[in-house]
């Protein structure tokens, strides 16, 4: 059975990296569902985070075959029940004097800010998990969502452990 | 401290990596290059087609077990060498290529003759640079080396700018290297060698599966040191072939689909495998659930990633071939002496009873040539100590079943990739690296026309390789499955007359000869290996023989196609 992993991956800061990266999952046939990189708090080392949807099997061999690459330093694939998960998104969202005020209600209960305000639309930035992320899209699809953009997953483990 | 040019710097860099020849085809931004080669003591080896380059660095690697060189220019130079590194890169054979690239300010602007190699490269290579600055140029080089050749080794190739190559450096430059995520394990976990040692001692019916892996580690006579003490049957890969004497009465051959009934009997039987320097590839496991059902396995391999990438492994072991074998050998005395095997005997002995029940066979029918006569009579000549290069082909499979391989590194064959047009120039290689061995590359008609400009190159840097050709008229291999799968509608593949291949190698300034009958064959192979020249012996052969036993793509081993 597939399901989806995050797979947090420590690599140099070179150039080229991310595309053998990035090249490795396609060549064998798997699709990232998301990906975030950004350096560490030592800017010679990045950190990528995958989410791939696969299968246990297929996920321990790509591991194996990412640990080849040269330039990769760490891998670890995350236990979903013991890590802190965010993704942060920005939704531009249709509205007018009839809606904006509910649409305020629906920002306001999921904690996300409006961060641009027009005539006819507003931009609600708001962080979370996916499942948050999910439930308010859900919520404003039906005021017409024009734009919506995602970070991609980040997570970190819980507790003092690296 | 004084200066030199980014060129003279990767020469010096070259020579203290151990480099002794390169082989190569110049162009217009590797010029630099080429210059300061010519006041170097490498040799280069100029040849006729950069694919011709990157399949001699790779003879003379498996030959040798150093780390063969190629060069060639940006672009199209560099795109044809893709076919020699994708060769390398399935057999694990330590080879670094070095590319010219365009000058670093007008990369991505698809300048004249830019082409993104390493991009290109990037799922064929080991690891690839490309330099964008010259201090980094002395440490890639050196690292460069050392990533081919530890490990599992493997090609590497180096993108290096004309602006890099004409570029000034202090002559003293002292190259660093930090490779902090990469790290081979070369011990075995003692607890697993343990284990397996175990596993050994209570199977009753053991096979060693041996391949590259062995050879490239170095590990073969520890292998044989093992077999011989545990009396452990052992079958090869084509590429482990050499590894184990062909000649020991333990040997059972290669398995697969065109390997021996017993070493395919003995995997479709045995409860144990111990697998070495293997990657259980499609061509020896057939079908995969079918394969080897009751047995056990022990992997292992330097490369984790190998370890039940195909089949399901007990006990995986990573690490060194020579180093584990070494471990376990020493276990294995141990445990027999305190508390004994398993009686492995009545195994032994049916494993050597189908050896003798299920020999290889052809019919060697009076009034024609048959190639395994004249592979068999290559062997009787050679008395086994030549270095065989093969293309790909029927030919290549009578090789690897009618030579006899006593030691590594004796047989050059195209594995994984399996690319006709391999044997000839890693030929080359190869005699470049063993100037004091036969070498010979058993051809067939079609393959030899793949690289047949590097004649060429034998001939103008006297090199003396011999090409022995089993002239078929056929694309012979893909003739074999229209014959048994496609009801014999032999589309494209009758090449027959293609070309006189003795005038053709004349023409280059080599030697032929034509063989039609068998009562000619002994003595054509002996002249040809007396004379100093490139020779070619043009073979016709029996057109429409075929490779047995054969076991049909997507069966289990045991089904085979004989001969009847
Ligand atoms: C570069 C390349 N192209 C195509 C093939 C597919 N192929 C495998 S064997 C073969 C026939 C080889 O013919 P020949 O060299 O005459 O050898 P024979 O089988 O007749 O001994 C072909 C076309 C290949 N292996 N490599
Ligand atoms: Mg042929």
Redesign the pocket.
């Known amino acids: 059975m597939s399901s989806n992993h995050i797979i947090s991956v420590l690599v140099e800061n070179k150039s080229g990296v991310l595309a053998k990266i990035a090249g490795l999952f396609s060549r064998r046939g798997f699709n990232i569902e998301s990906l975030a990189v950004g350096t560490t708090d030592d800017e010679k080392i990045s950190r990528i985070t995958l989410v791939v949807k696969a299968e246990t099997h297929s996920i321990e061999q790509i591991v194996k075959q990412l640990h080849k690459l040269i330039n990769v330093l760490k891998i670890q694939e995350l236990d979903p029940s013991n890590i802190v998960e965010r993704e942060l998104v920005l939704i531009k969202v249709n509205s007018d004097n009839n809606t904006r005020a509910e649409i305020l209600e629906i920002a306001n209960i999921f904690r996300a800010s409006i961060v641009d305000v027009a005539k006819k639309s507003l931009v609600i930035e708001i962080t979370g998990t996916s499942r948050k992320v999910d439930g308010i899209e859900e919520l404003l699809k039906p005021f017409g969502i024009l734009e919506l953009v995602r970070t991609g997953k980040i997570a970190i483990t819980r507790g003092a452990k690296k | 401290m004084g200066k030199i040019t980014g060129a003279q710097m990767l020469i010096k860099c070259l020579k203290e990596a151990g480099v002794e020849v390169i082989f190569g085809f110049p162009g217009g931004v590797v010029i630099p290059i080429y210059d300061a080669l010519y006041d170097s003591d490498i040799r280069h080896i100029l040849v006729r087609h950069e694919q011709g380059a990157a399949h001699a660095a790779d003879g003379y690697a498996r030959s040798t077990g150093k780390t063969g060189v190629c060069m060639a220019t940006s672009g199209p130079g560099a795109t044809n060498l893709i076919t020699g590194i994708a060769n390398a890169y399935m057999d694990s054979i330590p080879i670094v290529a070095i590319t010219g690239q365009v000058s670093t300010h007008v990369i991505g602007t698809d300048a004249f003759q830019e082409a993104d190699i390493t991009g290109i490269t990037a799922p064929i290579t080991k690891h690839n640079y490309l330099i964008k600055d010259i201090k980094e140029l002395p440490s890639v080089i050196k690292e460069a080396f050392y990533i081919a050749f530890t490990g599992r080794p493997g090609p590497v190739l180096i993108d290096i700018p004309v602006d890099i190559s004409k570029g000034h450096i202090d002559e003293n430059f002292k190259p660093e290297i930090a490779l902090e995520g990469y790290k081979p394990t070369y011990k075995g976990n003692p607890r697993q060698i343990i284990q397996a040692v175990k596993k050994i001692q209570e199977s009753k019916r053991p096979v060693i599966f041996a391949g590259g892996g062995v050879t490239s580690s170095g590990g073969s006579s520890v292998l044989t040191e093992f077999a011989q003490l545990s009396k452990i049957p052992v079958i090869t890969s084509l590429t482990g072939k050499g590894t184990f004497p062909d000649t020991n009465s333990l040997c059972l051959g290669m398995a697969g689909m065109h390997g021996t009934k017993y070493a395919n009997l003995a995997f479709t039987e045995t409860d144990l495998i111990i697998a070495v320097g293997v990657r259980f590839d499609d061509r020896v496991t057939g079908k995969l659930s079918e394969f080897a059902k009751n047995a056990g396995v022990i992997h292992i391999d330097i490369d984790p990633a190998e370890i039940g990438k195909n089949i399901k492994v007990d006990i995986p072991i990573v690490g060194d071939a020579k180093s584990v074998l070494s471990d376990l050998k020493l276990k294995y005395e141990e445990t027999a002496a305190k508390t004994g095997i398993t009686d492995q005997k009545p195994w032994i002995e049916h494993v050597m009873e189908l050896k003798k029940t299920c020999a290889l066979k052809y019919n060697d029918t009076p009034g024609t040539l048959k190639p395994a006569y004249i592979i068999e009579k290559i062997y009787e000549i050679t008395k086994g100590d030549a270095i065989i290069c093969t ?6 499979m009578w090789t690897a079943q009618y030579y006899k391989f006593t030691k590594p590194r004796t047989l050059v064959s195209s594995g994984g990739l ?4 391999f044997g000839f120039p890693a030929a080359i290689g190869a005699k470049v690296g063993n100037p004091e061995k036969t070498v010979i590359d058993i ?6 026309q ?1 690289n047949v400009q590097e004649f060429a190159t034998a001939v103008a840097n006297k090199i003396p390789v011999k090409i022995m050709v ?1 002239n ?1 008229g ?5 003739r074999q499955w229209q014959e048994f799968f496609w009801n014999k509608r032999y589309s494209h593949t009758n ?1 027959e007359g293609s070309v006189d291949f003795v005038k053709l190698v004349e023409a280059y300034g080599g030697q032929g000869f034509r063989v039609k009958e068998k009562s000619e064959v002994e003595a054509a192979i002996k002249e040809a290996l007396a004379i100093d020249n490139l020779v070619l012996v043009d073979f016709w052969i029996d057109r429409e023989e075929n490779v047995y036993p054969m076991v049909p793509a997507g069966s289990a081993i045991d089904q085979m196609i004989e001969c009847d």
């Open positions: 293309e790909v082909g029927q030919h290549q399996g690319t006709m047009g051809a067939g008609d079609g393959s030899i793949m089993l078929n056929y694309l012979g291999m893909v090449i």
